[in-house]
């Protein structure tokens, strides 16, 4: 049962899971059109939409599809007439849905989806693996990765202001830790519907809107004579998104009074010789072995990635070359790629080239299948880490974390 205390005039906190979180993010923000279909762990959500609609807390066109083809192409017809909306869906599901997932980009359809983060599948998972999610990320998706509850009202917010700000008008994904972060309940402060109006305006396609009265082309069969052209412009969407992106957060801090960076969050860096990062719920174990070390002398620290797309590499750039050694935490798997590693370790290494002083970077693949990340698998990570930093190098670039053998 959800508790609520009243901690002032414009928000009350309440014991809520992220699920619920973003469908009480749903409510506020007067979404006009949700579509469900059931894949866990993303359909806690809607759960939670339909209660909140059964309570006459949100009105809403709710529409249970009969696939997650069928969902995603609704919402995405729906966002053309000017609809703001809401979606989602976790590994194979949101694999099934792909064929809208990808042109939506192409079409500059501002529609909103949570990722219930999950495996995708054989041999048999369910678990927390980041690789669902991480399929779009070269489409013109928002990418953004949530740590908490908090964040997951908080992010979504965001990602309506951000994918329907006329200089974007992309879609944009709020990934969530499937299990660890869509089933945990935790204390979230939930804002009043002023303040909430106040941060986001209304959505307004304006001469793009599909009407009657306003006879436009979407999705002409254009091949060869413009495909280039538009790839072009959702390149120009995506890089205008960064400065969106920044201005959003600086309202988002102003008006609900937290946020930190709009890209990153700092965990005892200050002074860190050794720095890990990651995405996601693994924030959390890494921030107590962060203190456990400290108590002991060791210099460490931690990063979380927060927007993946658009990647926050001139943040990255500016702040890892302080450090003495990096070590990148991936949930995911890039089989074949550089050096064998994950997705984000290849996207750190890569913008750590331009660094006039480059650091030892080293990889580690962990937590696949929804296995925890722990608070001693964290320390090995920093261990081998402040290895490379002692030694100013390392043979192995690449550990997979908590494998049997």
């Keep these: 049962m959800t508790t609520e205390t009243r901690v002032g005039p414009l928000e009350t906190e309440e014991l809520i899971s992220g699920s619920e979180a973003i469908a009480r993010a749903c409510a506020l923000a007067d979404v006009d059109v949700i579509t469900a279909y059931p894949i866990r762990p993303y359909d806690t959500v809607m759960q939670f939409v339909s209660k909140l609609i059964a309570n006459g807390e949100l009105t809403c066109e709710y529409i249970v599809a009969e696939s997650e083809h069928s969902q995603f192409e609704i919402v995405k017809h729906a966002s053309a007439v000017g609809a703001r909306v809401f979606t989602g869906s976790s590994g194979v599901g949101w694999f099934y849905a792909f064929e809208a997932l990808a042109v939506?980009?192409?079409?500059?359809?501002?529609?909103?989806?949570?990722?219930?983060?999950?495996?995708?599948?054989?041999?048999?998972?369910?678990?927390?693996?980041?690789?669902?999610?991480?399929?779009?990320?070269?489409?013109?998706?928002?990418?953004?990765?949530?740590?908490?509850?908090?964040?997951?009202?908080?992010?979504?917010?965001?990602?309506?202001?951000?994918?329907?700000?006329?200089?974007?008008?992309?879609?944009?994904?709020?990934?969530?830790?499937?299990?660890?972060?869509?089933?945990?309940?935790?204390?979230?402060?939930?804002?009043?519907?002023?303040?909430?109006?106040?941060?986001l305006p209304p959505y307004d396609r304006g001469k793009f809107q599909l009407h009657p009265d306003n006879p436009i082309t979407i999705a002409p069969q254009v091949n060869e004579d413009w495909l280039m052209e538009i790839r072009r412009q959702t390149d120009a969407a995506m890089r205008r998104a960064r400065d969106v992106i920044i201005e959003a957060h600086q309202e988002f801090v102003d008006i609900f009074g937290r946020g930190g960076d709009p890209f990153l969050e700092e965990y005892m860096t200050d002074d860190a010789d050794v720095v890990l990062i990651g995405m996601g719920t693994l924030a959390l174990p890494l921030k107590v072995t962060v203190r456990r070390m400290r108590e002991k002398g060791h210099k460490v620290g931690f990063i979380r990635v927060k927007w993946f797309r658009p990647f926050p590499g001139p943040e990255l750039l500016e702040l890892l070359p302080r450090f003495k050694a990096v070590g990148v935490i991936d949930r995911d798997y890039s089989l074949g790629s550089p050096l064998n590693g994950g997705v984000l370790f290849n996207e750190v290494r890569s913008i750590m080239y331009s660094a006039p002083e480059r650091v030892p970077i080293i990889g580690f693949v962990a937590g696949l299948g929804g296995r925890e990340i722990t608070i001693p698998s964290t320390r090995q990570m920093f261990e081998i880490t402040q290895k490379a930093a002692d030694e100013g190098g390392t043979d192995q670039e690449l550990h997979w974390i908590g494998v049997r053998e």
């Design 104 to 199: 939506t980009c192409g079409l500059r359809l501002p529609m909103v989806a949570m990722v219930g983060n999950r495996a995708l599948d054989d041999p048999g998972a369910f678990g927390c693996e980041h690789n669902d999610a991480l399929a779009v990320r070269d489409l013109g998706w928002l990418l953004n990765w949530a740590a908490t509850a908090q964040d997951c009202i908080d992010t979504a917010f965001l990602a309506w202001r951000v994918a329907e700000d006329p200089r974007v008008f992309l879609p944009c994904a709020i990934s969530t830790d499937g299990a660890f972060l869509t089933h945990s309940q935790q204390i979230v402060k939930v804002p009043d519907r002023s303040l909430v109006d106040k941060f």
